[in-house]
């Protein structure tokens, strides 16, 4: 049978081919193309409210990986910050404090940011306050690191001067620990030469004829030679930052003017030049002219070995340097 459409004529109980016009053809093809879309449309929309557009679907889950990582970089963000606040609390209890520094003040760690929109880049998306709460954050924390790692470039530098100022301040005692100490600082009612009452401005030691003297910091001999205002044979030196050291009644000198000593160093043998009644030695420090009581710089707790062991370390860096 041929294709076709075909009917049965029950007058004479035969199949007949319909042949349709063009026009009908067409409805037919139209009607049949409505039907198909139609039902297209149906099933598309039940999908849709099923399971969702796959392109909503795809930007759903861009936007909950977003929010995982904005959720890692909030906790990254928080080390962070923990991080920088126990550094923080180093600078103002530990370093700044030893070091004789001013504390950086909160205002400058934690300037603020106001004025203008400085993130209206931001502006116009779905988590736009979101992003710039992170973007405030991050600004915050990359503020109070470049203030840490000035603050320890500054830290850095007045250690290595209050290094060097340790070295050069006059904080050993000039002899042997084991030896009687005289006369120190105060006023005496009668002066063991002259008789009369007059002021004592430094330390005595009670040591034998011939004993070594050492420079009590590092610096630079000023003066050497005898003195006829009653220092009999003398050294003086400048330490720097405003203190001076001097070694009285000597009876040799070991070092000349304009030498760069280091402590520990020998500067002469003790004696009793000038206006002495007897061997010992007169101590005397200075700062910036202000007669100093030395025995507030240096420790007197140490044992005659400890003491030596100390001198013989300092002598020997000395030698290297």
């Given at each position: 049978?041929?294709?076709?459409?075909?009917?049965?004529?029950?007058?004479?109980?035969q199949y007949?081919?319909?042949?349709?016009?063009?026009?009908r053809?067409?409805?037919?093809?139209?009607?049949?193309?409505?039907?198909?879309?139609?039902?297209?449309?149906?099933?598309?929309?039940?999908?849709e409210?099923?399971?969702?557009?796959?392109?909503?679907?795809?930007?759903?889950?861009?936007?909950?990986?977003?929010?995982?990582?904005?959720?890692?970089?909030?906790?990254?963000?928080?080390?962070?910050?923990?991080?920088?606040?126990?550094?923080?609390?180093s600078?103002?209890?530990?370093?700044?404090?030893?070091?004789?520094m001013?504390?950086?003040?909160?205002?400058?760690?934690?300037?603020?940011?106001?004025?203008?929109?400085?993130?209206?880049?931001?502006?116009?998306?779905?988590?736009?306050?979101?992003?710039?709460?992170y973007?405030?954050?991050?600004?915050?924390?990359?503020?109070?690191?470049?203030?840490?790692?000035?603050?320890?470039?500054?830290?850095?530098?007045?250690?290595?001067?209050?290094?060097?100022?340790?070295?050069?301040?006059?904080?050993?005692?000039?002899?042997?620990?084991?030896?009687r100490?005289?006369?120190?600082?105060?006023?005496?009612?009668?002066?063991?030469?002259?008789?009369?009452?007059?002021?004592?401005h430094?330390?005595?030691?009670?040591?034998?004829?011939?004993?070594?003297?050492?420079?009590?910091?590092?610096?630079?001999?000023?003066?050497?030679?005898?003195?006829?205002?009653?220092?009999?044979?003398?050294?003086?030196?400048?330490h720097?930052?405003?203190?001076?050291?001097?070694?009285?009644?000597?009876?040799?000198?070991?070092?000349?003017?304009?030498?760069?000593?280091?402590?520990?160093?020998?500067?002469?043998?003790?004696?009793?030049?000038?206006?002495?009644s007897?061997?010992?030695?007169?101590?005397?420090?200075?700062?910036?002219?202000?007669?100093?009581?030395?025995?507030?710089?240096?420790?007197?707790?140490?044992?005659?070995?400890?003491?030596?062991?100390?001198?013989?370390?300092?002598?020997?860096?000395?030698?290297?340097?």
């Amino acid at each position: 049978m041929q294709n076709g459409k075909y009917i049965l004529d029950l007058n004479d109980l035969q199949y007949k081919r319909i042949i349709l016009s063009g026009r009908r053809r067409s409805l037919h093809l139209f009607l049949w193309f409505a039907g198909t879309v139609a039902v297209s449309v149906l099933y598309g929309t039940l999908f849709e409210r099923s399971f969702g557009a796959p392109k909503e679907q795809r930007l759903e889950q861009e936007v909950e990986n977003m929010k995982l990582q904005f959720s890692l970089l909030e906790r990254r963000l928080d080390n962070s910050l923990t991080v920088i606040n126990g550094l923080k609390l180093s600078d103002d209890i530990r370093y700044r404090p030893v070091l004789r520094m001013d504390i950086i003040p909160e205002s400058f760690r934690n300037p603020g940011f106001g004025g203008v929109d400085r993130f209206r880049d931001l502006n116009g998306y779905i988590n736009s306050g979101m992003m710039k709460e992170y973007r405030i954050r991050v600004e915050e924390i990359r503020n109070m690191v470049n203030v840490q790692e000035e603050s320890f470039r500054s830290i850095k530098e007045k250690a290595t001067e209050w290094i060097r100022e340790m070295e050069y301040l006059p904080m050993i005692s000039p002899v042997n620990v084991m030896y009687r100490r005289g006369d120190g600082l105060k006023f005496r009612e009668v002066h063991p030469v002259y008789g009369t009452p007059q002021w004592h401005h430094g330390q005595d030691f009670n040591v034998p004829y011939g004993t070594e003297v050492f420079a009590t910091g590092s610096g630079k001999v000023i003066e050497t030679g005898y003195n006829s205002g009653g220092f009999g044979n003398r050294v003086v030196i400048d330490h720097g930052y405003g203190f001076q050291s001097s070694y009285n009644h000597l009876s040799s000198i070991k070092v000349s003017e304009g030498m760069v000593i280091k402590r520990g160093d020998v500067v002469g043998l003790s004696g009793s030049s000038g206006t002495s009644s007897g061997p010992h030695l007169h101590y005397q420090i200075e700062l910036y002219g202000r007669v100093e009581n030395p025995l507030y710089y240096f420790n007197d707790d140490l044992t005659e070995d400890e003491y030596f062991e100390m001198i013989q370390t300092l002598s020997s860096k000395s030698k290297f340097r």
